[in-house]
């Protein structure tokens, strides 16, 4: 045992036993090219075993961000793996990429393995969703960087796309319609309004506050992990000629539907073309947040967008019907500012 290295703060053991821990839930997110396995230096992916003519790799990074917070006050950490993994390979799948591989990063003050093992399930929880293969990571133990029982996570991804089925958003055309796919809740944005709002307005976590969820309460509500819309939106893909998609993140609609368009381009958005979930009404009145401004930072119960040719929504909206997703019609593309009506 590294004596002098725990008395600095840093357990190797429980380090140890969090690998232990982990390698079944990491086992369980192989996938066709799929190599090596967890505690190797490198994680490894067999791109020829896909029989791609012309690949695109699209990488993509990102966190959580103050959602972490949420988790650390409910003391509930098997969900936020699958918040990582969500936004690093939605942001990918906006350029028609499907995701092979993740690997996280989990920094802490004290290594505390079943908490890091809550992490890692939702990690994985969130590739077998994404159909991509949990390949490495890596747990830093940082004593005196992080509060007792707090930590980060950031992930990373990489998917393929064939050259020629690239999306880029150059084929949106004015006219196109713009179908909204539902989202699960908040998803990993806007939290730190979220929780001044809740600071502000002196909301408890632990409550049940019955407009919101009569089962759940506050805190968990907002837990609700960030949907994944991988598998969904490949089939739509596969099937139909898709001009862009957008990821509804951080900056909502105004910052997000507008990258995947031309210069002058804009969008026209119906509202009550579907619904906005409660969330979004009760953080809006206990906020007094002006209702416009909530789409400039939530995602308003639309979490991701696909630009494509009127002929082919009904298709479409079909097609993830049959994943179990509501799809709707929000709006258009067409020439001038961005508008929501």
């Known amino acids: 045992m590294a004596q002098h290295y725990e008395a600095a703060g840093v357990n190797l053991e429980a380090g140890y036993e969090v690998v232990s821990r982990i390698k079944s839930h990491v086992r369980s997110t192989e996938r066709k090219g799929s190599?090596?396995?967890?505690?190797?230096f490198g994680g490894m992916f067999d791109l020829a075993s896909l029989n791609?003519?012309?690949?695109?790799l699209v990488s993509g990074t990102d966190g959580v961000g103050t959602k972490l917070k949420i988790a650390f006050a409910m003391d509930k950490h098997d969900t936020i793996g699958i918040d990582a993994v969500a936004m690093c390979v939605n942001d990918v799948l906006a350029q028609g990429a499907e995701p092979l591989i993740f690997l996280d990063y989990i920094a802490t003050g004290h290594n505390i393995p079943a908490q890091i093992e809550a992490i890692v399930s939702g990690v994985a929880e969130g590739c077998r969703q994404a159909g991509c293969a949990l390949v490495g990571g890596e747990t830093?133990?940082?004593p005196g960087m992080y509060s007792g029982g707090e930590y980060d996570i950031a992930g990373y991804t990489t998917g393929v796309v064939e050259k020629a089925r690239l999306i880029d958003g150059t084929k949106v055309k004015v006219g196109d319609v713009l179908l909204?796919?539902?989202s699960s809740g908040v998803h990993s944005n806007g939290y730190s309004l979220v929780r001044k709002i809740v600071a502000d307005a002196g909301l408890d976590l632990h409550?049940?506050?019955p407009e919101l969820d009569a089962t759940k309460p506050l805190g968990e509500v907002l837990l609700t992990p960030t949907k994944i819309y991988v598998k969904q939106v490949l089939d739509v893909i596969r099937h139909l000629d898709v001009h862009g998609v957008a990821h509804i993140t951080g900056g909502g609609f105004d910052e997000n539907i507008p990258r995947i368009f031309q210069p002058g381009q804009g969008f026209c958005i119906q509202e009550g073309t579907w619904e906005i979930l409660p969330v979004f009404r009760f953080l809006e009145a206990k906020g007094n947040v002006p209702h416009r401004e909530m789409f400039n930072i939530f995602n308003m119960g639309i979490g991701m967008v696909l630009a494509l040719d009127p002929s082919e929504a009904e298709e479409a909206i079909r097609i993830l019907a049959s994943h179990g997703e509501k799809a709707q019609i929000i709006g258009s593309v067409h020439e001038g500012d961005n508008e929501i009506v």
């Open 52 to 56: 791609i003519k012309e690949p695109i």
């Open 140 to 142: 830093a133990e940082m």
């Open 207 to 209: 409550k049940i506050y």
């Open 180 to 182: 909204g796919i539902s």
């Open 35 to 40: 190599m090596g396995n967890i505690g190797s």
